[in-house]
């Protein structure tokens, strides 16, 4: 089964650095639900809603026709705002949805500080896409009205949040009339949401500590053929360092043979650099001559990170010497070469990762 894709978008100026925090570990903890920021171009449209303060009905309305004008594959939406966020009966809300859409909104106006510590905001952002990612497969199970140290509680304290920042956290009342639904929701799914509020909760009480450097570098995926593997390892270990990186049989959604083209499409999302290994697995004949080129599966998945990422985020790594015949349509993708008869395959890797490494970082540091 695919990994459910769901999109976040910024609006606003919240701190990137909780919200790639909250992301990273959202999709470390498990492997039911992917979490991905929205394409660059499609995320400004979102910025004209801005606002220091929003209703939320209106909020998410305004989420829905954006969506909309969008086109494309967005099934799940969750906004990250800065604003103060009301409704017609409370105000200084944390968040709302309208779960039947797919489209929710969190606010960190009034949290920081006041609930939650700034240097754990990651937690409180975790906590909510578990909590709306719950919302979007139950829509129809509501809130109650009394505390219980559940994630239904209605919040009205807001203080009252504090008590469902933990695992377990879904009381035993809640937990039957889930049971007891008709609903899509699978065991491997309830047990991948209550890891993260599991790990919300352990972040808010200090528990663990999520400034590891490796949580905020740079995401990369590396693509390969299955005889192209020792060198995707090989790559993934010289830049362990300066990316974190992710090989197409570690897990990762590529992997998966019944995703869908929307699906991957999404999945790129969560990257934000693909490096894809070009070894001669298959003969070409074109003009009366055989060529050795890259298994169709990679160019494929690099065709999908350039039409996403554009192609100043997707590299190539290919042997020299012409021991590979490149499509003509790649000119201008950023290819690093390795001479595949060194015995020592990390040393004849190293040029090209650096070559990788010097492009990254000046991409990621610099305006896109």
Request: charged share 20%; proline share 5%; hydrophobic share 45%.
């Given at each position: 089964m695919a990994q459910m894709p769901i999109e976040i978008v910024e609006v606003g100026n919240t701190p990137t650095e909780w919200v790639n925090q909250a992301l990273s570990l959202a999709n470390s903890v498990q492997n039911e639900f992917l979490y991905v920021r929205m394409s660059e171009d499609d995320a400004q449209s979102f910025q004209m809603y801005?606002?220091?303060?929003?209703?939320?009905?209106?909020?998410?309305?305004?989420?829905?026709?954006?969506?909309?004008?969008?086109?494309?594959?967005?099934?799940?939406?969750?906004?990250?705002?800065?604003?103060?966020?009301?409704?017609?009966?409370?105000t200084n809300l944390f968040a709302s949805h309208r779960a039947q859409k797919g489209l929710s909104v969190i606010t960190v106006a009034n949290v920081p500080s006041i609930i939650i510590p700034p240097d754990r905001m990651s937690s409180y952002l975790l906590y909510y896409l578990a909590r709306y990612t719950l919302s979007y497969i139950m829509p129809s199970h509501e809130n109650h009205e009394d505390t219980r140290g559940c994630v239904y509680d209605k919040k009205t304290s807001k203080l009252?949040?504090?008590?469902?920042?933990?695992?377990?956290?879904?009381?035993?009342?809640?937990?039957?009339?889930?049971?007891?639904?008709?609903?899509?929701?699978?065991?491997?799914?309830?047990?991948?949401?209550d890891k993260m509020f599991d790990m919300s909760g352990k972040i808010l009480e200090g528990r663990l500590e999520v400034h590891d450097k490796k949580d905020l570098l740079p995401r990369a995926f590396i693509g390969s053929s299955?005889?192209?593997?020792?060198?995707?390892?090989?790559?993934?270990?010289?830049?362990?360092?300066?990316l974190h990186s992710e090989i197409w049989n570690q897990g990762t959604i590529f992997?998966?043979?019944?995703?869908?083209?929307?699906?991957?499409?999404q999945a790129?999302?969560?990257?934000?650099?693909?490096?894809?290994?070009?070894?001669?697995?298959?003969?070409?004949?074109?003009?009366?001559?055989?060529?050795?080129?890259?298994?169709?599966?990679?160019?494929f998945e690099l065709g999908l990170?350039?039409?996403?990422?554009?192609?100043?985020?997707?590299?190539?790594?290919?042997?020299?010497?012409?021991?590979?015949?490149?499509?003509?349509?790649?000119?201008?993708?950023t290819t690093a070469t390795y001479d595949p008869?060194?015995?020592?395959?990390?040393?004849?890797?190293?040029?090209?990762?650096?070559?990788?490494?010097?492009?990254?970082?000046?991409?990621?540091?610099?305006?896109?």
């Open positions: 801005a606002f220091d303060h929003v209703m939320a009905a209106e909020f998410i309305n305004s989420m829905e026709q954006v969506r909309i004008s969008l086109g494309g594959y967005h099934p799940y939406l969750v906004a990250i705002i800065d604003a103060n966020l009301d409704n017609t009966e409370l009252d949040i504090l008590k469902s920042m933990k695992a377990r956290s879904i009381c035993n009342e809640c937990r039957q009339a889930l049971l007891s639904a008709k609903t899509a929701l699978s065991p491997k799914q309830f047990i991948a949401l299955s005889e192209g593997l020792e060198i995707a390892n090989n790559i993934q270990t010289l830049l362990e360092y300066e992997g998966l043979g019944d995703a869908t083209l929307e699906a991957l499409e790129v999302l969560a990257y934000d650099f693909g490096i894809f290994v070009f070894t001669p697995d298959d003969q070409l004949h074109s003009r009366g001559e055989f060529k050795p080129v890259a298994r169709d599966n990679v160019i990170f350039i039409g996403k990422l554009t192609r100043k985020r997707a590299f190539i790594i290919h042997p020299a010497k012409k021991a590979i015949a490149l499509p003509s349509d790649l000119a201008g993708i008869g060194r015995p020592n395959l990390a040393a004849a890797l190293g040029p090209a990762c650096q070559k990788i490494r010097d492009a990254a970082k000046r991409i990621s540091q610099g305006p896109n």
